[in-house]
């Protein structure tokens, strides 16, 4: 099957201190982590906070810059955040947000309207209600709705998931992600799923990373590492959720 994303090992260094003296601590964020990502397919990165998870997200997304290794991802690529009211504009009108990454293509008038009416309709948005609308006067699941609409005018490969339902509530949560799936199917979109709910990960993911202090400690298709987790943490993890 044809990989969207090839993550190999990839690692990422920060330096704790230094701006006004020297610099202390080495952080291993990402130490030598691989896997990829199938067409059409989703992989999902699990963990505790402070486990890298987020920067592996930078590093496909291409916030970051790996200091080792390769991350190659064939075809385009964009990211949807954890906080959908802080990754938007509050200056700027829905139709703004939506058609940005058009206009720096130079693409014509016409079709970018078009684009943006169609992209917030997969989204189950009314462009005609909510085009000359202002980010404060939607709700979180709104606001994460339009944040997937500016990713999808791109018309992606690969869309980054960092934590895209952890700050809303449980009611919207199940909306968005239900959403996501259907969207991956009528668009053979493939997903990096990042979340620290195993739960989520479950319910999204083909197939699963466990990721630990910068590492990949288990990776397995999703039902078999549900059901049969062979490394220690991954266990442990599973463990600390009551009826899990």
């Known amino acids: 099957m044809f990989n969207t994303a090839e993550i190999r090992d990839v690692k990422k260094y920060f330096t704790s201190g230094g701006f006004f003296g020297p610099a202390r601590d080495v952080v291993k964020a990402v130490d030598g982590v691989s896997f990829y990502c199938q067409k059409g397919r989703t992989f999902g990165l699990v963990g505790e906070s402070g486990s890298g998870k987020s920067t592996i997200a930078k ?3 291409g916030i970051l810059r790996p200091d080792h290794g390769k991350v190659t991802v064939h075809g385009e690529k964009d990211i949807v955040f954890q906080d959908p009211y802080s990754s938007l504009n509050p200056r700027m009108t829905v139709r703004q947000i939506v058609v940005e990454p058009l206009f720096v293509r130079g693409v014509d008038k016409q079709e970018i309207s078009e684009r943006a009416e169609a992209v917030l309709s997969k989204v189950r948005l009314d462009a005609g209600s909510c085009f000359f609308k202002y980010p404060h006067q939607f709700s979180g699941g709104e606001r994460q709705r339009i944040a997937i609409a500016r990713s ?48 989520v990960v ?3 993911s083909d197939t699963v990373g466990v990721m630990k202090s910068g590492r990949v400690v288990e990776v397995a298709d999703s039902e078999a590492l549900y059901r049969y987790p062979k490394d220690p943490y991954t266990k442990k993890l599973f463990e600390a959720i009551p009826s899990f």
């Open 152 to 199: 999808l005018i791109k018309e992606p490969d690969l869309l980054v998931l960092d934590e895209p339902v952890s700050s809303l509530d449980v009611s919207i949560q199940a909306d968005i992600l239900n959403l996501l799936k259907d969207l991956q199917e009528e668009l053979s979109l493939s997903y990096l799923f990042i979340s620290h709910d195993l739960r």
């Open 202 to 204: 479950e319910f999204m």
């Open 59 to 61: 590093l496909v997304a």
